[in-house]
């Protein structure tokens, strides 16, 4: 069981509130996008989900069990993974040794090297470069390696923030139809901060609308981004004024 | 006699030395952002746990008397203990402290210690005599060198070939290099923070006990200064390498080791007394060249 819960969780950063009484309930193998303008707290609630920043209110349940006020690793043990937003890889380790910090939460032990093989199959530029330090790998090499990296703690869940940032609308692509194939093989549930509406549609899912650092909307993908192409007719190109 | 690999010898096992605090020093950084300031005084600790208790000139060796099979494990575990007991009293509740305050705190942990040792084991220093057979001098390419200063170079490359199997093929070792760059990120990949700040402070209090056997071994006297002098060479070092750059703590070490030895040979003998001005002066200019230090962090960030 991994149904996410996210019960009036509250953020905040000193005095700075990130989230406000946020609610979302997310079901086991369900895909749902993280939208709303900079700022909205979009970042704020996937850090609180996966214990990166503490919450000051509410609860949040990992297929039933309790996870606030634990520890990131500890959390990482219940299934969740994190791609962060601008990945975070670490630079002075190989590729290969990305791939490796997040195999000691794992119990089983002899899956992890054919594991390793199934992320260089999907990701054959990682494999070439292996041995290569990460922090020479491009943008969009980082991405997946990012998510390669999540991928080799065995999760349930997933949550990727911003893939697109920063990469070329091609790789984009390659780096979704990549998340999807993940998806189905494994049964994950992804949960993806994603701006574009349009990209949102096109990929599929619900998305759920963040503003001010609480939930403003939610629903199918496709009826917001029939609803930005709306805006964007009427008030020209910017479909999201920022909060 | 042959100055030249006399000089040679001097510069690697004094740089040796150096590069081994340096290391303990780094290693903790690295993974906490913590320059510990204590570090000097593990290494006293050491030292005073070879003799007996008491407050005469004279040490009577006590775990000294072990032999030395027996008594180098059992310092290193020492060492490794006073090191991860200091993180469990002290530094554990200071996980989200700045690091200035957590710098401080190591100031006054370094000063509880020694003011322990003092207590019990006065302040003068005594002679102490552990291993004098090696330094007796060996003849080697034609230099006369202690056999210590023999065994300091061995020691310091197996300890440094050692520290770098451990943290290039162990899992705990990919870890720590993982949370030195990113702990946040290390966590959220399931990396336990207290495994690897406590392996952390082990292996650094290990290394500790190392430089403590060495500089027993070699100067023959317990004084309750020597940890502090030794901790600002190597914090020097570890900032010439480049704060938290292991391979740059090891290679700074021996640059100041084999600067001072060369200041020492060749400085005029008035100047000599100053050598530590000049060597200073040539750290200063280091730093000016390069402030980041030898060896800066890589950088993750992509370079598309
Ligand atoms: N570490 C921090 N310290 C202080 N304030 C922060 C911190 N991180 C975020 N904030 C503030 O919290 C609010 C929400 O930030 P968050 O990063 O969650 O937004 P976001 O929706 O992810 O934005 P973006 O689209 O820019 O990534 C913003 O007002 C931001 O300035
Ligand atoms: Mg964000």
Known sequence: MSKLGVFDVSVRYGKVPALTDV????????????????????????????????????????????????????????????????????????????????????????????????????????????????????????????????????????????PSLGLAPNIVDQVYETLIRLQKDRGLTLVIVEQSSARAARVGGRMVLLRGGTVVDEGDAAEFAERDLLKEAYFGQSAEEPA | MNAIPQLFFDAMSLGGIYAMAALGIALIFGVMNLVNFAHGEYIAFCVFALIVPSTDAVAVLFLGKAPALLLIPILLALGAAIAVASEFVVFRHMRKATPVAMMISSFALGFVIQNSLLLIYGSRPKAISLWPDLNKPVSVIGASVPLLQIIVILATLVVVVALALLLKKTKIGLEMRAAAENFTMARLLGVRANVVITGAFALSGALAAAVAMIMVTQTGVAD?????????????????????????????????????????????????????????????????????????????????
């Open chain 1, 23 to 162: 609610s979302l309930q997310i079901e086991e193998g369900e895909r749902v996008f993280i939208s709303g303008p900079n700022g909205a707290g979009k970042s704020s609630l996937l850090k609180a989900i996966c214990g990166a920043v503490p919450t000051t209110h509410g609860r949040i349940e990992i297929g039933g069990m309790l996870v606030a006020g634990r520890p990131p690793e500890a959390i990482a043990r219940l299934g969740m993974t994190m791609v962060p937003e601008g990945r975070d890889i670490f630079g002075t380790l190989t590729v290969e040794e990305n791939l490796r910090v997040g195999t000691g939460i794992r119990r089983d032990r002899d899956a992890i090297e054919s594991d390793i093989d199934e992320i260089y199959e999907n990701f054959p530029i990682l494999g070439e470069r292996r041995q290569a330090n990460a922090g020479a790998l491009s943008g969009g090499q980082q991405q997946m390696l990012a998510i390669g990296r999540g991928l080799m703690t065995n999760p349930k869940v997933m949550m990727v923030d911003e």
């Open chain 2, 224 to 304: 309750i200064r020597m940890g502090g002098q030794i901790m600002l060479v190597a914090f020097i070092a570890t900032v010439i390498g480049g704060l938290g750059s292991l391979p740059g703590a090891v290679a700074a070490g021996f640059l100041i080791g084999a600067a001072s030895v060369i200041l020492q040979a060749f400085l005029p003998l008035d100047a000599r007394p100053f050598r530590d001005a000049f060597l200073y002066t040539f750290v200063i200019v280091i730093l000016l060249v390069r402030p980041q230090g030898l060896f800066a962090a890589h950088s993750a960030k992509p370079r598309v």
